[in-house]
């Protein structure tokens, strides 16, 4: 049974992370068919626990979806639109105005797009900065705090850093949605019979791995699979899709921009996924992950997790061929003792608490600044 929202505020769980969040949280980031929508999904984690530790958050986009938008309305979360270009000095002008309208505590900024003259401009601002990274794209940073949960974070990343600037790594620091920290006392049995899989190839999936996947699986003749097929509600490729489902020897299901993946996760035994944001979902419903890295952004993060044994890699990346893709399922549906072990180290890496624990460093920062004379 899943415990009431409340339990999550104060007194509950989340409250003994956080602590009282204050004051209104900005944060800029965007998506669109082509970046996809993992930044700002991220995101919606951090504001989810910043509204339920008690503050108030805006998003600030240049770029959006109309899934996205649907998702954030559904959150009560702010929504501004920015005229301008993406990662410009006026999208920076901009999104410092509104922090100041907004009387915004701290501004959070998530993209690829935005390197260290962005940093440099949001700094202008009286707000304080928290960067979200994933590879060290910038050149500098200048940011009060840099954030980055991805396994493969260390220091050497972020040398090029004002003296001023924190670290927030690794995924002890995991942002994960509400609905997860719902799942939290949830434990994963392994099944011996292991031919539910979840396929997720990202929110948008330009490049329609999906279709890709659901074909491959046609060399699986072994076992009858059960699959449910996620796609996220800004994916253009949905004739194609359903096409595919329509030509499978298995049982397909198709479900589009689902609030229940935490449901869907506990009931696969298998996930066939992109190496995002959502491995570290993954880890915290203890499922299988076997992982296709569908752009350079994503390999960092995969190949350290195969390297912990949290995840197994399809030989080929995303240039795979369904042979491979069958081999590594039926390799995988017949040993549970390597499902158990993946499994179970993937769980060590995340307790879904990270969200609470970036919100409880933003406000003792904030908490900080106003003890200083």
């Known amino acids: 049974m899943r415990r009431p929202l409340s339990d999550f505020n104060r007194g509950g769980p989340l409250a003994k992370v956080v602590g009282e969040a204050e004051g209104t949280l900005l944060i800029r980031a965007d998506a669109n068919v082509a970046m996809g929508t993992g930044h700002v999904m991220r995101c919606i984690s951090l504001a989810q626990a910043w509204q339920d530790s008690g503050g108030h958050c805006v998003f600030v986009m240049a770029e959006s979806t109309p899934a996205v938008v649907r998702r954030l309305r559904e959150e ?6 920015l005229e301008t270009s993406l990662a410009t000095a006026e999208d920076a002008e901009q999104t410092r105005q509104i922090g100041a309208e907004k009387n915004a505590a701290w501004i959070v900024v998530d993209g690829y797009q935005f390197g260290a003259d962005y940093q440099s401009a949001i700094k202008q601002s009286a707000c304080k900065l928290l960067f979200v990274d994933d590879n060290g794209h910038a050149e500098r940073y200048c940011a009060d705090l840099i954030l980055n949960q991805n396994s493969h974070a260390n220091e050497s990343l972020y040398l090029r850093r004002d003296s001023h600037t924190r670290l927030l790594l690794g995924p002890r620091y995991a942002m994960l949605r509400r609905e997860f920290r719902l799942r939290q006392d949830w434990s994963r049995k392994v099944r011996d019979a292991a031919t539910q899989i979840l396929i997720a190839m990202g929110g948008s999936d330009p490049d329609n791995f999906t279709t890709r996947v659901i074909d491959g699986l046609e060399n699986v003749r072994e076992f009858r699979l059960e699959i449910v097929a996620v796609v996220g509600g800004s994916n253009p490729h949905l004739a194609e899709i359903e096409a595919a489902i329509e030509r499978s020897r298995h049982s397909i299901r198709l479900v589009r921009d689902t609030k229940d993946m935490p449901d869907l996760m506990a009931w696969a035994d298998i996930a066939i996924s992109a190496a995002g944001s959502i491995c570290w979902e993954f880890c915290a419903l203890a499922l299988s992950m076997l992982l296709i890295p569908i752009a ?18 399809l030989p080929g990346g995303k240039k795979f061929y369904g042979e491979e893709l069958a081999r590594e399922v039926v390799g995988l549906i017949r040993s549970p003792s390597e499902r158990q072990s993946l499994s179970e180290r993937a769980h060590a890496l995340v307790d879904a608490q990270g969200a609470g624990r970036v919100v409880a460093e933003l406000s003792s920062q904030l908490v900080a600044e106003r003890k200083e004379p």
């Open 296 to 313: 350079s952004n994503q390999d960092s993060a995969a190949d350290s997790l195969q390297r912990m044994g949290a995840a197994r890699l």
């Open 76 to 81: 009560r979360i702010e929504i501004e639109h």
